[in-house]
């Protein structure tokens, strides 16, 4: 299996040429990975394709989209709690005024800190009653609400986002195998235990039994092995 950093290259570089990119590669790197992962990500990206991740999804991707999928975020555990009512207040404006692709929508999603984000969507729950996720109504064919969306979940709760990706890719017609190996590879030696006990509370059946139930032969079987079962 390839290094991590050059596995995440690889999956980034096939997301971006993707006719319908998948961003959630893209929501994963910069929203659950570490900053060191990242930052290796994007050395073995150069390094594979002599071109940086930036200067690819420039070229592939455009508009918004392009914006909200932005690779940089600062890296801190500082909260300003004035900051956060004021961009809480902000967003729910933009969400009221169905500006979903605001500037100010972007550049906030883009460019704060994980924590600070977490802090700013803790306090718009406490100011307007519901999770942010609720009012961002979701238009399936809008591939930039569904990236901001999945953006906050991964902020929110990593494991409840992994979680409902997983139940989906194996809920499809045919099962969306490069959805379901990407989750149980990339989180195989990191939360995939947390991810497989979520699945069951909310599932009452085990990841291993449906994704034994829906793959089959050497995939079904290479699954299996990094869940943990023997076979």
Do not use: W
């Not at 991590?4 to 994963?28: G, H, W």
């Not at 997983?166 to 947390?194: C, F, H, Q, W, Y």
């Amino acid at each position: 299996m390839a290094d991590p950093e050059d596995r995440d290259a690889v999956l980034a570089n096939v997301a971006m040429k993707q006719s319908n990119t998948d961003y959630a590669v893209f929501v994963e790197l910069t929203c659950i990975c570490s900053p060191h992962e990242l930052l290796a990500a994007k050395g073995g990206y150069h390094a594979r394709y002599k071109h940086s991740i930036e200067e690819d999804l420039s070229t592939y991707l455009s508009g918004d989209l392009r914006k909200a999928l932005g690779i940089y975020r600062y890296d801190g555990q500082e909260i300003d709690a004035r900051l956060a009512k004021s961009e809480a207040h902000i967003l729910h404006n933009c969400i009221n005024e169905k500006a979903f692709n605001h500037e100010e929508v972007i550049r906030i999603l883009t460019t704060r800190s994980k924590a600070q984000l977490l802090a700013t969507f803790n306090r718009y729950k406490d100011e307007y009653g519901a999770s942010i996720t609720k009012h961002f109504v979701n238009d399936s064919d809008d591939q930039y609400l569904a990236a901001v969306r999945a953006t906050i979940r991964c902020i929110i709760d990593p494991l409840k986002y992994y979680e409902k990706v997983v139940r989906n890719a194996l809920s499809k017609p045919g099962t969306d195998e490069e959805t379901l190996t990407r989750v149980i590879v990339t989180r195989a030696e990191k939360d995939l235990k947390d991810i497989k006990e979520l699945y069951y509370k909310r599932n009452s059946v085990t990841l291993d039994h449906a994704v034994s139930k829906e793959t089959s032969g050497d995939y079904k079987a290479f699954l299996l092995t990094l869940l943990g079962k023997e076979i």
